[in-house]
C-alpha cells in the first residue's frame, strides 16, 4: 500500500504564479493535514480536515487554499506564490478516535523565486 | 508563542550508550503526545506516543516518559544504534484531534560508531 502520497516532490515557482500541490491516501482516514516546514521553526500547520466538505485552518493559513471533495484527496492551492512559501511542505493523513498517530507523505520542496 | 519546544537543537552519543531527548510544552490542554523521527528528503515516521494518563510508555528500544506537572516528556534510547541518526520532533494535541498537531523545532541525533 501506498499510504500518503505527495506530487509533485519538487517545484520551482516564480512570483505570483499559482499551483496546486497534490496529496492522496489510501488507508481510509478521515483526517488529512497539511504542514510546512521551514529551517529551525518544526512544522507548523496550514490547513486541515476532518472529513470530506470540512476544513478548518490552522496556524499558518493565509495564501493558501484547500477543498475535501473526496476522502482520499487533500490538494492544497498556493493562489499567488510569494518568496515567503519557499518551504517545504508536508501532507498527513490519520484515523478518527483518540490516540492516533499522523502518517506523513515523503514531502514537496517548493521554491518561489 | 512556542507550544512546544526542544531546546537542544542537536545531540551526539556513542554507538550502544542511552540518548536523552528532551521536550517542554506549555499548553496543559495538551493530552496527547508523539515522538517522530525524520531522515533527510523524506517525511516525518511515527516513532512512538504517550497519553496523558501514563507516565511511561515503552516499545523496544524506545521508552517515552511524562511529567505532567512539570510539562516534560523525553524520549529515552537504549542502546542507541548509527541508523538512529537523524532528527526527532516532538509534537503534542489533544485526545480527537490527530489532524491538528503541534511541533518543536527538532533535535538532531548522531550515533557516533
Known amino acids: 500500500n501506498a499510504g500518503v502520497t505527495q506530487t509533485p516532490k519538487f517545484q520551482v515557482l516564480k512570483t505570483g504564479q499559482s499551483m496546486t500541490l497534490q496529496c492522496a491516501q489510501d488507508m481510509n482516514h478521515e483526517y488529512m493535514s497539511w504542514y510546512r516546514q521551514d529551517p529551525g521553526m518544526g512544522l507548523r500547520l496550514i490547513h486541515y480536515?476532518?472529513?470530506?466538505?470540512?476544513?478548518d485552518q490552522g496556524e499558518v493559513p493565509n495564501g493558501y487554499n484547500v477543498s475535501r471533495s473526496t476522502t482520499e484527496d487533500f490538494p492544497l492551492r498556493l493562489l499567488s506564490a510569494a518568496p515567503s512559501q519557499t518551504s517545504v511542505y508536508f501532507c498527513?493523513?490519520?484515523?478518527?478516535?483518540?490516540?492516533?498517530?499522523?502518517?506523513f507523505g515523503q514531502g514537496t520542496r517548493l521554491t518561489v523565486v | 508563542d512556542q507550544q512546544v519546544k526542544q531546546n537542544s537543537p542537536s545531540l551526539s552519543v556513542q554507538e550502544g550508550r542511552i540518548s536523552i531527548l528532551n521536550c517542554d510544552y506549555t499548553?496543559?490542554?495538551?493530552?496527547?503526545f508523539l515522538w517522530y523521527k525524520k531522515y533527510p528528503a523524506e517525511g516525518p515516521t511515527f516513532l512512538i506516543s504517550?497519553?496523558?494518563?501514563?507516565d511511561k510508555n515503552e516499545d523496544g528500544r524506545f521508552t517515552v516518559f511524562l511529567n505532567k506537572s512539570a510539562k516534560h516528556l523525553s524520549l529515552h534510547i537504549v542502546p542507541s544504534q548509527p541508523g538512529d541518526s537523524a532528527v526527532y520532533f516532538c509534537a503534542a494535541s489533544l485526545v480527537g484531534t490527530a489532524s491538528k498537531l503541534t511541533f518543536g523545532t527538532g533535535t538532531r541525533l548522531q550515533v557516533m560508531l
Open positions: 504517550i497519553s496523558s494518563i501514563k
Open positions: 498527513a493523513s490519520s484515523r478518527t478516535g483518540g490516540t492516533t498517530e499522523a502518517f
Open positions: 480536515s476532518v472529513g470530506a466538505g470540512i476544513t
Open positions: 499548553n496543559s490542554m495538551f493530552d496527547y
